[in-house]
C-alpha cells in the first residue's frame, strides 16, 4: 500500500513538474513592451520563456525533443487617462479621452533539442484602433467630433534560445530558466492614416504618421533577456518568478508626417511574481495568482532615451487557469490594473514640461493554446 502511494505521488509530482515548465514557457512570453494603451501597446511577439513547452510524456522527463506550435492571443481595451499616477477623471467626464483598441495574435514554433534545451521564433499580429477628438481652435477648445486611425499587420519577429540552469530530470522541485534573443525590427514602424487637423470650425483630414502606440513595429532592433524561476513550497504547490527586459541600442527615428517629432526607441520590460497550485492533477489543471508590473522606462540601458515616448508602468494582479487534455495545453491570464503611473520623459523634462496624459487599460486579457508534436 505504501508503494502504491509514493508511486501515485510520484506521477502527480511528475506531472505537475511538466506543467509547471510548460507555464515557465509561458509565463515571460507576455507582450514585449508588454504595458497597456498608450504607453506601450504595439505587437512585437511573446518571449518562449513563456509561450512553448518542455516536450516530456505523461511518464516525467524522458529525454524528449521535437516540436511544439503555439498561438497566443490579447486584447485591451484602453481608456483611463493618467499624469504620472494621478487619473484625468474629467477627460472621461467631457468625452476626449484617447482610447485605443489592440487585438495580438502570435504564432510560434519551439523546437526543443533535449529537457534541457529549446529554441523558438514568434510572428506576431496585430489589429489595433485609437480614437481621439479634434478641437475647434478657440479659446473654449470645443470638441467637434471624434475620429479613428487603425493599424494592421506583421509586428516585430522574435526569436529565442532557452536553457535549464539545472538538470530538469533531477531537479524538479526547483530550477531556473534563462533565455536570450532577439526582436527583428520586421513591424512597420513608419504606418500612416488620415486625420482630423482643426481649421477654425471645421477640421481637415491630413495624412500623418499613426501615433507611436499603435505602429506595428518598435521602431529597431531588441535584445531580450529572459528568466523563469520556481520552487516547490509543499506537494502540488509553487512560488515563482519570471520577467524579461528587451534592450534597444538605437536611440530614434522619425517617421514621415510626424505629429510628434522624433519617436524613441525605447526599453521595455516585464517582471511577475506568484503562487501557482495544481488543483485537479489527473487533468493537470491548475490554479495561478500573482502580481505583475509592466511597461516602459524613462531611460535606456544602452544607448540615448530622447524623442517622443510615453514612460512609464502598471501594477497588477494576475489570476490565471491552465489546463492539459492529451497534446493540447490552454492557459489563460488576465492581469487586472491596481496602479499606473504615466512618467516624464527625458524630452519633457529637458523642455520643462509636465507628462503628457497616457491612457492605460483596466485589464488584459491573454491565452494561449500549446500542441505537442
Given at each position: ?350 523642455a520643462g514640461i509636465a507628462p503628457v496624459a497616457a491612457s492605460f487599460a483596466d485589464l488584459i486579457v491573454t491565452f494561449s493554446l500549446t500542441k505537442r508534436f
Amino acid at each position: 500500500m505504501s508503494h502504491y502511494h509514493d508511486s501515485n505521488r510520484m506521477r502527480c509530482t511528475l506531472r505537475f513538474h511538466r506543467v509547471l515548465v510548460v507555464v515557465a514557457l509561458f509565463v515571460s512570453s507576455a507582450r514585449h513592451g508588454f504595458a497597456q494603451g498608450c504607453v506601450a501597446s504595439r505587437g512585437t511577439g511573446m518571449t518562449t520563456c513563456q509561450y512553448g513547452t518542455h516536450l516530456a510524456g505523461d511518464g516525467g522527463h524522458e529525454a524528449a525533443s521535437g516540436f511544439q506550435g503555439s498561438l497566443g492571443y490579447r486584447w485591451l481595451h484602453s481608456d483611463r487617462m493618467f499624469i504620472n499616477d494621478v487619473e484625468q477623471k474629467q477627460r472621461a467626464a467631457e468625452g476626449s479621452q484617447e482610447i485605443n483598441d489592440s487585438t495580438f495574435l502570435d504564432l510560434g514554433v519551439t523546437y526543443t533539442f533535449n529537457p534541457r534545451f529549446s529554441a523558438s521564433l514568434t510572428l506576431p499580429f496585430s489589429v489595433q484602433d485609437r480614437s481621439q477628438v479634434v478641437r475647434a481652435l478657440n479659446l473654449q477648445r470645443t470638441i467637434i467630433e471624434r475620429f479613428h486611425t487603425r493599424s494592421a499587420g506583421i509586428g516585430d519577429i522574435r526569436m529565442e534560445g532557452n536553457v535549464w540552469v539545472l538538470d530538469p530530470v533531477k531537479h524538479m522541485k526547483g530550477n531556473v530558466l534563462m533565455g536570450l534573443g532577439v526582436s527583428l525590427p520586421t513591424g512597420d514602424r513608419n504606418v500612416q492614416g488620415v486625420f482630423e487637423i482643426p481649421f477654425g470650425v471645421t477640421p481637415r483630414a491630413q495624412t500623418h504618421a499613426l501615433d507611436q502606440s499603435i505602429q506595428l513595429g518598435n521602431g529597431g532592433w531588441g535584445f531580450i533577456v529572459d528568466l523563469y524561476a520556481y520552487r516547490e513550497i509543499f506537494p502540488r504547490l509553487n512560488a515563482f518568478l519570471s520577467g524579461f527586459y528587451t534592450i534597444t541600442p538605437e536611440q530614434k527615428y522619425t517617421p514621415s508626417a510626424s505629429l510628434s517629432g522624433a519617436y524613441s526607441i525605447a526599453d521595455s520590460y516585464l517582471g511577475r511574481g506568484g503562487f501557482e497550485y495544481m488543483v485537479w492533477p489527473k487533468r493537470s489543471l491548475s490554479l495561478s495568482l500573482a502580481g505583475r508590473i509592466d511597461g516602459v522606462p524613462i531611460h535606456d540601458l544602452v544607448g540615448g532615451s530622447d524623442g517622443f515616448r510615453r514612460p512609464g508602468y502598471s501594477v497588477s494582479i494576475e489570476p490565471g487557469l491552465r489546463v492539459e487534455y492529451k497534446s493540447y495545453a490552454l492557459t489563460i491570464n488576465t492581469p487586472i490594473a491596481v496602479y499606473r503611473n504615466r512618467e516624464q520623459s527625458v524630452s519633457e523634462r529637458s523642455a520643462g514640461i509636465a507628462p503628457v496624459a497616457a491612457s492605460f487599460a483596466d485589464l488584459i486579457v491573454t491565452f494561449s493554446l500549446t500542441k505537442r508534436f
